[in-house]
């Protein structure tokens, strides 16, 4: 269950150890789920806990009426060092875990992590990573996709999130955990729900719950006492994205629109001087659309991101049929 | 000497952020090259900063005594990452961006992507030739060297030559470099050379004259300054080291690196280079070895290693066989 990955000796102390759970029996579906990408990242790590808990349930009998069928992993920390911390990053290195895959089998630190990650993973059919907004944004729940094509969006309907969205390439992508996935041919989901450094109960059950449905709806998980539930999905492609950016440096003080359908003019947010308090902008959606991002940190500069809205004209809805 | 305002946003706190950049133009008519010089894209690379000084400097000099020798145009961003530079951290600091992994085609809409694609496009549009000036991280010390992406040698060495520098290295493609200033504006077909030396925080005065004097004589060479002033040496040519010609020691424990040679030095094959130790029980774990004989340009700085932390790079007298 609980397994040994990494054991790397310390130059001053204990070694460092990463863990892996596993259940289920090898040869059918496999899942890998991944979270602690960043050290300050907590919804996931939340998540990775319970629904370890929840496996080991299933596994022991307690959680009756359920049985595991196919190989699921989960991988609750990944950048150990920068949970030590309570950073996004080790400052030891200053480097991304997740602009850092494959990582190589002998190096430095986090290079060898996250080859040990890519190795365990290799083999599975699935991989989710668990993440929240970026630092100084949260994030309404959502997906996100790699190269999304009509069997992945279908498949990530199952997870049960209201939006999926499609991850816009860039050079920069191809050193992320999802992009290799994707490259070494596994289906990857990004579930992105929160913000950085807080955890959000709601957010934690939609996760579980999605995940669950998920494990279910592919066969890795059956339940003898009703179907996986049909989940309903509006998909936005890369191109669907509208930014919205302030005029003026200050305050943002934000609406509570996060996660709701905003009309083109709406109220997002102002900008008021730091010093004195005077409004200086109202922020205004340039455009209808859902809004997936919206920023949590009130300083921003002049032209600064506040928000990402997804546009209600490009969206393609994806039913529960068949 | 023209000062433009590259880019400029006002701060919630009141002092803008701006990035600078410097131009020296051709004396008459249109010029035969335009060469561009930035550093400071990690905030934690002081070197270039250095060498950005002394260039402005002896051009400004040139400028007011012969300015008929400028045939070309001179364009110098020496602090392209104002924020990190003033906090000395690699990464931008309110973000945790690194700027050199966000060129090229970079989706999203933070502040340090707007300034990011803001220097690309400035280089691209105004350059002819570029240098892209790093230092090493903290860990790490460097001699003055350029760094080439093999795909592109065969246009970049022979400019890399008339730079003077220790080594010359060709090295294969890496994920790592897609994303990057140097391999972006290669692809555009905007020759750059990207250099590395000394270390991060630090400046090496020494490695900073013999790159301001290979410098002078690049825009010599390219035929940007008509002629050098008396006071610019000649110099050596650079080894030029291809993939199979460089040699790395890596610690095979973690530990307390204790080094016993210098940089530049000639070292033996199995020559003793530093211990390893344990500094706790007061034991020698590993003596660390030269991989071959030649040039040691690459020595760890930092003393705290894991196991796998590159220790040591020689650029080799001969290549081993295939």
């Given at each position: 269950?609980?397994?040994?990955?990494?054991?790397?000796?310390?130059?001053?102390?204990?070694?460092?150890?990463?863990?892996?759970?596993?259940?289920?029996?090898?040869?059918?579906?496999?899942l890998?789920?991944?979270?602690g990408?960043?050290?300050?990242?907590?919804?996931?790590?939340?998540?990775?806990?319970?629904l370890?808990?929840?496996?080991?349930?299933?596994?022991?009998?307690?959680?009756?009426?359920?049985?595991?069928?196919?190989?699921?992993?989960?991988?609750?920390?990944?950048?150990?060092?920068?949970w030590?911390?309570?950073?996004p990053?080790?400052n030891?290195?200053s480097?991304?875990v997740?602009?850092?895959?494959?990582?190589?089998?002998?190096?430095?630190?986090?290079?060898?992590?996250?080859?040990?990650?890519?190795?365990h993973?290799?083999?599975?059919?699935?991989?989710?990573?668990?993440?929240?907004?970026?630092?100084?944004?949260?994030?309404?729940?959502?997906?996100?996709?790699?190269?999304?094509?009509?069997?992945?969006?279908?498949?990530?309907?199952?997870?049960?999130?209201?939006?999926?969205?499609?991850?816009?390439?860039?050079?920069?992508?191809?050193?992320?955990?999802?992009?290799?996935?994707?490259?070494?041919?596994?289906?990857?989901?990004?579930?992105?729900?929160g913000?950085?450094?807080?955890?959000?109960?709601?957010?934690?059950?939609?996760l579980?719950?999605?995940i669950?449905?998920?494990?279910?709806?592919?066969?890795?998980?059956?339940?003898?006492?009703?179907?996986?539930?049909?989940?309903?999905?509006?998909?936005?492609?890369?191109h669907?994205?509208?930014?919205?950016?302030?005029?003026?440096?200050?305050?943002?003080y934000?609406?509570?629109?996060?996660?709701?359908?905003?009309?083109?003019?709406?109220?997002?947010?102002?900008?008021?001087?730091?010093y004195?308090?005077?409004?200086?902008?109202?922020?205004?959606?340039?455009?209808?659309?859902?809004?997936?991002?919206?920023?949590e940190?009130?300083?921003?500069?002049?032209?600064?991101?506040?928000?990402i809205?997804?546009?209600?004209?490009?969206?393609?809805?994806?039913?529960?049929?068949? | 000497m023209?000062?433009?305002?590259?880019?400029?946003?006002?701060?919630?706190?009141?002092?803008?952020?701006?990035?600078?950049?410097?131009?020296?133009?051709?004396?008459?008519?249109?010029?035969?090259?335009?060469?561009?010089?930035?550093?400071?894209?990690?905030?934690d690379e002081?070197e270039?900063?250095?060498?950005?000084?002394r260039?402005?400097?002896?051009?400004?000099?040139?400028?007011?005594?012969?300015?008929?020798?400028?045939?070309?145009?001179?364009?110098?961003?020496?602090?392209?990452?104002?924020?990190?530079?003033?906090?000395?951290?690699?990464?931008?600091?309110?973000?945790?961006?690194?700027?050199?992994?966000?060129?090229?085609?970079?989706?999203?809409?933070?502040?340090?992507?707007?300034m990011?694609?803001?220097?690309?496009?400035?280089?691209?549009?105004?350059?002819?030739?570029?240098?892209?000036?790093h230092?090493?991280?903290?860990?790490?010390?460097?001699?003055?060297q350029?760094?080439?992406?093999?795909?592109?040698?065969?246009?970049?060495?022979p400019?890399?030559?008339?730079t003077?520098?220790?080594?010359?290295?060709?090295?294969?493609?890496?994920?790592?470099?897609?994303?990057?200033?140097g391999?972006?504006?290669?692809?555009?077909?905007?020759?750059?050379?990207?250099?590395?030396?000394?270390?991060?925080?630090?400046?090496?005065?020494?490695?900073?004259?013999?790159?301001?004097?290979?410098?002078?004589?690049?825009?010599?060479?390219?035929?940007?300054?008509?002629?050098?002033?008396?006071?610019?040496?000649?110099?050596?040519?650079?080894?030029?080291?291809?993939?199979?010609?460089?040699?790395?020691?890596?610690?095979?424990?973690?530990g307390?690196?204790?080094c016993?040679?210098?940089?530049?030095?000639?070292?033996?094959?199995?020559?003793?280079?530093?211990?390893?130790?344990?500094?706790?029980?007061?034991?020698?774990?590993?003596?660390v070895?030269?991989?071959?004989?030649?040039?040691?340009?690459?020595?760890?700085?930092?003393?705290?290693?894991?196991?796998?932390?590159l220790?040591?790079?020689?650029?080799?007298?001969?290549?081993?066989?295939?």
């Amino acid at each position: 269950m609980k397994e040994e990955i990494l054991n790397i000796p310390t130059p001053f102390g204990e070694p460092l150890i990463l863990y892996k759970n596993q259940w289920g029996p090898e040869g059918g579906e496999s899942l890998s789920i991944v979270s602690g990408l960043q050290g300050d990242r907590l919804n996931g790590l939340m998540v990775a806990s319970r629904l370890s808990r929840f496996l080991n349930d299933v596994e022991s009998g307690k959680e009756t009426g359920y049985q595991i069928r196919g190989t699921i992993q989960i991988f609750p920390v990944v950048n150990y060092k920068a949970w030590e911390t309570g950073n996004p990053i080790w400052n030891f290195d200053s480097q991304d875990v997740d602009l850092t895959f494959p990582g190589t089998g002998v190096g430095e630190l986090t290079e060898t992590i996250c080859n040990m990650v890519i190795r365990h993973t290799a083999e599975s059919d699935y991989g989710i990573i668990l993440q929240t907004g970026e630092r100084h944004y949260e994030d309404a729940p959502h997906i996100k996709l790699i190269d999304p094509n009509r069997k992945r969006r279908n498949l990530a309907r199952s997870l049960g999130l209201p939006i999926g969205r499609e991850v816009a390439e860039s050079p920069s992508l191809v050193l992320s955990l999802a992009k290799q996935w994707d490259q070494m041919g596994l289906h990857p989901f990004i579930l992105s729900a929160g913000k950085p450094q807080s955890y959000h109960p709601q957010y934690s059950d939609l996760l579980l719950d999605g995940i669950i449905n998920f494990m279910r709806a592919e066969g890795l998980l059956s339940y003898n006492r009703e179907k996986p539930s049909p989940r309903k999905m509006a998909f936005f492609d890369a191109h669907s994205e509208c930014p919205v950016l302030t005029r003026q440096a200050g305050l943002f003080y934000p609406e509570p629109v996060n996660g709701t359908v905003v009309e083109k003019g709406s109220k997002l947010g102002e900008v008021r001087d730091l010093y004195e308090g005077a409004v200086l902008e109202e922020v205004h959606a340039p455009e209808e659309g859902y809004v997936v991002t919206l920023r949590e940190h009130p300083m921003v500069h002049e032209n600064e991101l506040v928000g990402i809205l997804l546009r209600e004209k490009n969206q393609r809805w994806f039913w529960p049929f068949g | 000497m023209k000062t433009q305002t590259l880019l400029s946003r006002a701060s919630p706190l009141g002092a803008p952020l701006n990035i600078v950049k410097q131009t020296f133009p051709a004396h008459r008519g249109k010029p035969v090259q335009r060469v561009s010089f930035v550093s400071g894209l990690h905030g934690d690379e002081f070197e270039g900063l250095y060498l950005c000084h002394r260039l402005i400097q002896a051009l400004r000099q040139i400028q007011e005594i012969q300015p008929e020798v400028f045939k070309g145009e001179v364009h110098i961003v020496p602090a392209a990452n104002p924020p990190a530079l003033n906090q000395g951290t690699r990464l931008w600091p309110f973000y945790g961006s690194d700027m050199n992994r966000m060129m090229g085609p970079h989706p999203g809409a933070s502040i340090p992507v707007q300034m990011s694609r803001e220097i690309f496009n400035n280089l691209k549009e105004s350059s002819d030739l570029v240098v892209d000036v790093h230092a090493s991280n903290l860990h790490l010390k460097e001699l003055p060297q350029i760094r080439i992406i093999e795909e592109f040698s065969e246009e970049l060495l022979p400019l890399a030559l008339q730079t003077h520098t220790d080594i010359v290295w060709i090295h294969p493609m890496a994920g790592v470099f897609e994303s990057t200033l140097g391999y972006n504006l290669n692809k555009l077909n905007i020759p750059t050379l990207v250099i590395e030396t000394g270390t991060g925080l630090r400046i090496e005065p020494d490695f900073v004259d013999r790159l301001f004097h290979g410098m002078m004589r690049l825009l010599h060479h390219q035929g940007v300054l008509a002629s050098l002033p008396s006071d610019i040496p000649s110099m050596p040519t650079p080894q030029v080291v291809y993939p199979r010609g460089v040699a790395q020691a890596s610690a095979k424990h973690s530990g307390l690196f204790v080094c016993q040679v210098s940089l530049g030095q000639r070292v033996g094959e199995d020559e003793v280079i530093g211990q390893v130790l344990d500094p706790v029980r007061g034991v020698v774990l590993e003596e660390v070895t030269a991989p071959g004989s030649g040039l040691l340009f690459t020595l760890r700085e930092q003393p705290a290693v894991h196991s796998g932390t590159l220790l040591a790079r020689v650029a080799l007298d001969r290549e081993p066989k295939p």
